[in-house]
């Protein structure tokens, strides 16, 4: 956590001699204080994942020039790549139905700035938690999802994700499935809580099914939502020990508990910019 | 852990008012001291389970005297019910392949007394691990299995298993299914460890599907072993936290450990009386 | 988590035989229909605990009844013991400076019912979080606490206590000490949130103390109050893992998800009645 | 855990801008593969922290030539540095008295290749562990210290670690002082376990130690040994949940474990060269 402006750098590129090279030679050209780096060379894909924070203040000049001088090196390597600045917060548009657990840890966060982050807004399928949200000074938007309306609903929805300038939209126990266009469009930009450590009880109800299993831990999982439920990108996983003497209320007590951790640290991750997709697994730089 | 000689009194029968007082008062008249106690109400099979640990000097009379004035009261709530003699260790066959990390680990826990069991003997279908057995003073039986000789290799194996007066047998990572009808005989008294926080990843190489899924964590399960191929009723689980830099030889070592520690700790429970059966789950009296 | 109406029973004594046998003799004669038990003998005090949950319907009497009656047998064995009935929730007063990581926590965790408890009021010795406490309809009483005041300041604190018939009193990182005599006279109804793996790092600023150590996980402890400082008896602790790469600032944001879960699991125990002194140590029946 | 030959090369110097760059310059000058780097700058000490293995072939010279030529490189920065070559496992001395738990771990970890190392003999104060070296063909030697004999024990067992060319002694539950001397000479190369979560419970009997306090937790912390007893940089530290129905027999046995897994785990990073001493801190590059 560095508190001083900063610069992320993220990329991935076939694996060859010479990457790291490239990149630590550009920025130090440039005088570039490199205050975190994170490296991973991917065996089975041959790729190479990077990450670095460096010192805004430390370089002569912008984040556009910035852009405009790296593309040189990226375009050698055949780089994906992009670079945030930590002066402009991610914005996170939160989704919920009724479930407030996962919202009251987000907002709590938000509101004591524990990562860089803004909730531009809330939209939700219900109009229950509005009262909590509009007292944070976080716009409510209530967007009633029926069998009838879903289409519209979800170009509703997108409409006002896109008219707060959302970067990220978080199901945060939304109980609705996304369209797969959604899905394919924001491909990495919409992350789930799913109550199971998948791919153990994927669909409804999976503390029922942990139930009837009899198994000893619980689990949550944070993933990238894509149009197979419950399969994307794994980002964040824990688990918890129960008993024989736990029922279904207990289970879901504490599976709300490691649901509300596992999605915060899975999205500060993610605003960080510390997860990087490698096809349907992750690259977490924690 | 009690030292001084005990007797471990389990059952479950129908719930109903009055089975603890029966009980209780059962002990108390004959000057019962109970060292230890666990009670559980499930609510779904409205069945009573209880354990108890009693100063086997406290009472006036043997077990079998115990047993058979016992039986009036186990009687008359319906009990399933046994009784054991701290003095008399549970007797373990141990069947093992060729990975040796459970078997390392059972052996010390064995010579190190870490708690009340006796290995009589290792049965195995490669003849790797001889050396290692015998060096501890234990027996070693190979007994190997190809597709045609597999009834005959374990009718030897349960001939084996019953000359040594086993109570309980451990597929200590021995890569064979057990045929049905002997996982049928010996319901309750065959346990597995299988590499995989179940039900994820049942079956074969696990650690391979994990790695593929690209999960967060792994894990690995201590079951009773049923004619459903990992799907009996589970005893003790855990996970360990792994990443994305982690090959499948990593995640293969840190199984291991992980392995190693959930079999010794289901073992003991089991040993201990602590684990009661309840439909295809279990009550782990810790 | 039983939801039906019950009497919850806690006692202990000293050790001897007959115990279980005189209590489940008693409500065995009156129909109780017991739905969860514990029981622990302590082989160092020679004490017995025990708890009991009691169906309140299966009952043909009221508490009151109860009590009269109990009190017999718990002269003969010399017990320790209260009853508490489920019907009436705890009364929780929640103690507060700035920090309002703990509060959030557990507004939420009382606002959805997760436990049988109570909120009648926040006291805090600074103004900041009234709009939250008041948001959620709990009053709020702000009774600043300077060296000068500091008596009447806590005498004000305990006539608050006392008007709302608190139970029990949390201290959620307020940052003051109690006096002696309010630690003494409110023994076992007040409890803290301390915010190292006691007993490392007691008294000030123990995250500085575990980044100058440079331990490898921090915890936190949940603990009953007495006169001398983070020295109680402790109810709940737990551990995470942090490493080399986390700041003094990132150890206080993995603390504070440590501090709400230990505290918020500690005070669940006490308000159900799982917690029984014995010394300076606890029985907690979970 | 990359099984082709690698070169791990470590440093450490002061902070500055240029440093990943030189480095990764020469790296890539001389073709250099790297397959798996870290990175850390540690904001109090200034420092920077580097650790890469190199893959041997893609190298056009060998470790002797990589040494002169990185030579400068290292001058110009001021670092404190080495390289390791993974054809020469490093040479881990084990010293033992009775207990043999964290003995056993490590001759199965050894036989099992389960990480880069070789244990060319065993010393022990006492001859009761023997056997069980002898039959994996280790050197065993019974070194007995008294009171009178202390110092030349001592010279004794330097002067078989140096005719075995140990490069690390590690402490697996040998319950003498090393002299202060030979703490310093040997600063960085010998390890210890210690049965507590440092800081708490230092010195001697710390299980019985966290059984009086009434903690809910115990641990081990595998850490430098230093000359101020269980003071020293700590590497690896973790903890397992115990309660009030843990005798002290019983918090011994589930403190084994963790004793075993924590050694195992702090002395993998060791030899594979993922800790660096900052201070009296470490840096770990799991």
Known sequence: MNTARHYTLTL????????VAAVSAFLASHNGWIVEANHHADNESVRYFLRQEILAESLPFDIDVFKS???????????????SDSAIPHRVVVLVSREDHCLYDLLYRWKSKEFNFDIPCVISNHDVL????EWHGIPFHHVPVTPETKVKAFEETIRIFE??????????RYMQILPADICDTYLGRIINIHHSFLPSFMGARPYHQAFE??????????HYVTTELDAGPIIEQDTVRIDHGD??????RYGKDIEKAVLARGLRYHVEDRVLRDGNKTVVFR
């Open 130 to 133: 509005r009262g909590f949200v």
């Open 163 to 172: 008219d707060y300038c959302g970067d990220t939209m978080v199901l945060a």
């Open 69 to 83: 001088k790296f593309a040189e090196v990226a375009k050698e390597f055949r780089m994906e790549w992009r670079i």
């Open 247 to 252: 029922s279904v209320a207990d289970i879901i």
């Open 12 to 19: 991935s590129c076939p694996d060859r001699v010479g990457i």
């Open 213 to 222: 299993r009899g198994v000893k831990l619980i689990g949550a999982t944070c």
